[in-house]
């Protein structure tokens, strides 16, 4: 079935600096999300993201967190600068527009801050 | 309040039982629900999905779940589990006003062989 991408799969980085999470989504696909899951818990909604823009986010999506996908490309998630509390695994999934609800999710990205 | 419930964290069955894994939801209006799965180390995948007609959806390796307004549920079930059915199993409710999908906190199911 279609596949999502994820870049890096594990990243270690320190405290304070930056790092960027990649997705690259199922081709044909114009909904992006970022979701974080902390040691197999609860999958948190962090961003959204269609036709260029955010539609919405929570609370967890802090002003360090930005997303982009600059002409087609990876979608990506950069936090700057990282916390400790980021920690966590970062999944990405896209969608559809004729199906929005059935999200395909990429494997995740573990993501340490030390 | 808005949420998306699962009470039972852990569910624990022998293969070839059946299993129901439960969801309760509490939001007024549409509403959109799905059930996905994750196994160990990896993404969620899509397992079936209900917004209107037949309360009971079809999903792929043998699930289905049964939608109900009454009791604001949308429980999973499967006939006779296999052990490869050993994951996480999560619920999403996502009302028509929204873009996105909110999670519940997940039902581990352990099929013992």
């Known amino acids: 079935g279609p596949k999502v991408l994820q870049i890096p799969s594990h990243q270690i980085i320190d405290m304070g600096q930056m790092v960027t999470l990649n997705c690259d989504p199922v081709s044909n696909h114009l909904y992006f999300y970022w979701y974080k899951q902390i040691l197999g818990q609860q999958m948190e909604f962090l961003v959204n993201?269609?036709?260029?823009?955010?539609?919405?986010k929570s609370k967890l999506f802090k002003d360090q967190f930005s997303v982009e996908r600059p002409d087609g490309s990876y979608f990506t998630l950069k936090i700057q600068p990282t916390a400790l509390e980021d920690s966590a695994v970062y999944f990405c999934a896209s969608s559809s527009t004729s199906n929005q609800d059935t999200q395909y999710f990429g494997p995740g990205t573990r993501l340490l801050v030390l | 309040t808005q949420t998306v419930s699962q009470s039972d964290a852990h569910v624990t069955v022998f293969e070839g039982d059946s299993v129901e894994l439960r969801c309760n939801y509490s939001y007024g209006g549409s509403i959109y629900l799905s059930w996905y799965i994750q196994h160990h180390g990896r993404g969620l995948q899509f397992l079936l999905k209900?917004?209107?007609?037949?309360?009971v959806v079809q999903g792929v390796n043998g699930f289905e779940a049964e939608f109900s307004k009454s009791d604001s549920s949308f429980h999973l079930r499967k006939a006779s589990v296999h052990w490869s059915d050993s994951a996480v199993y999560f619920c999403?409710?996502?009302?028509?006003?929204?873009?996105?999908?909110?999670f519940g906190t997940g039902t581990k199911l352990q099929v013992v062989p």
């Open positions: 993201f269609y036709n260029g823009k955010v539609m919405e």
């Open positions: 999403a409710v996502r009302p028509n006003s929204g873009t996105y999908q909110r």
């Open positions: 209900y917004y209107s007609g037949n309360p």
